[in-house]
């Protein structure tokens, strides 16, 4: 893609605070119309560079070009295509989402007559219409949450930063924001994502970055991160019965490096499970048992994470093992910090 | 669902000219100064601060001295203005650090500068009202009569203006927490307040004192508003109608290069 169709072009950054490195010599370009998630534990350094995007943090060195805009020598351009959303709602909690969306406005030169109108449409797309002249000091934290990204969006940037959007929330309001953000992104926001949450960036973006410790350890879609996994595949089957020794009997099955129960399934790591697969209907004929269900799992991007960052991938990983990040379980599918 | 199209999008980006950018720029600064008054006043540091403090002080060291209406109402007007228009800078900035709602003014295309005038009219609105209160209380119940009446228009805008700005000035030094600016800077005010002619009229200081007022923002004002009140000023009403608007813009300045400091150190 030619550079001047990159709206993202951060080059080289570098962030210290004193002696501490926060971000090392970060590089990555996002399209026009992208979805572009940054991925990373927490403490990788994804809020400090959101943070050099938008012009709120000068970075130690390197450069930031915002739609053709270097935001360190034309802030002021740059700072006219973006909308920012923080992890923490910073709204006025002293005003009602009406007055917030109000000043926004004014703050963001949106013209007096379109100002009621943009304000009603957005306090109705994100259901806070009926109370939009309740104190937000009384709105839940989703409610909050909502009404930022409702005031990052009154100007209509064309790029939106969101750092960790649903970070903290429940499972209904990161729904609906995960909602939004695909609806904004179907008619042409750039949207630059922050999440620790693997599955989100999963769900969400055409593209990832995975920053670990200061430093990207990879930029792809992704399918393409997931596809340079092979190692890390597994078939995952159950068996109407079994006893005690089928897990050593699974592992001395060929092709098969390691296995681990989950549930009433196993799971069986190997690097071809097309050959795997008529052994277990040989080994289910020999214990006379039933295969009840039977599934090919290819890698996670919690492997690729893993991987990339030099942790096990596998059973032992402490994850859930390929294809099956988050399924919304709690905690399941989130990054731990390394 | 709400709709954006590219064409809707900021279609003017680099193309507005100097007054354009400069009346926005205004409208911007305003549009800030009044969510801060709907979000600030009457919050408790602002009444402690604000409306309590100028009242303590002048019922502590004036009251039953034997001073003259005219030289009480001008003294009264000059610590108002000065507790008051200063204490909304050290409450309102820290806050709005801790909570990232400052970050909500510095990622929008406005100028610093006009963030901090903005935040600045807040303490000046908040001077000036509280100002009020001795003021028409001296005209009403005292019958006072103001020499000139234009020049303490001047001296209210004026020092209210200053004042807000160096609290501003303190505001803006780099910390999140209210409390870590609120009481250092009553620790600076102090002695500002003590050194200038507020509780010492300057005729009456040594030498080595009279030089120290000097370095009080508060020396001028008062020195004002003694002209505006009784026409019996000291050190003449021009110098103090030069070097108030001197001392905001070197206040603001000075809160321009903290703020610069912040953006590289991170706060």
Redesign the interface.
Known sequence: MPPDEFVIDARELVRDFGKARAVDGVSFAVAAGEVFGFLGPNGAGKTTTVRMLTTLLEPTSGRVVIGGFDVDHQPYQARRLIGLVPEEANIYTELSAWDNLMFSARLYRVPGDLRDGRATELLRTFGLHEKRHIKAQLYSKGMRRRLSIAMALIHEPAILFLDEPTSGLDVQSALAIKQIVRELNARGTTVFLTTHQIEEANQLCDRVAIINADRLAAVDSPERLKQTMTSVQAVEVAFSGGGPRMESVLRRLPGVTDVAKHGDKWRLYTPDPPALMPLLFDLAGQWELQVVSLNTLGPSLEDVFLRLTGQKVGPSAGGNGPGTTGAGKPGRGELRDV | ??????A???PE??VEGPLERLR?EA??AL??AI?DV??YYLTPPMVMFGLLMPFFMFFSFSVGRGMGQEASLARLLALTTFFTASSAGPVILPMERR???F?????????LISVLLGKSLVGTFFGLAVAMVPLVGGLLAFGVRIADPLLLAAALLGSSLAFAALGILFGSVPAQNPGSIMMPSTLVRWPLLFISGVFIPLREMDPWARALSYASPLTYAQDLFDYAVSGAGVQGAGLDLVVLPALLALFLLGALKLHGLS????Y
Not at chain 2, 1 to 6: F, G, K, N
Not at chain 2, 103 to 111: F, I, K, M, N
Request: net charge positive; glycine share 8%; no cysteine.
């Open positions: 669902m709400y709709e954006t199209t590219a809707r999008r900021q980006i680099g926005a409208g911007q549009a800030i969510k709907r979000v909570v990232r709602t970050d909500r003014l510095l990622v929008a295309p406005v100028s953006r590289r150190m991170g």
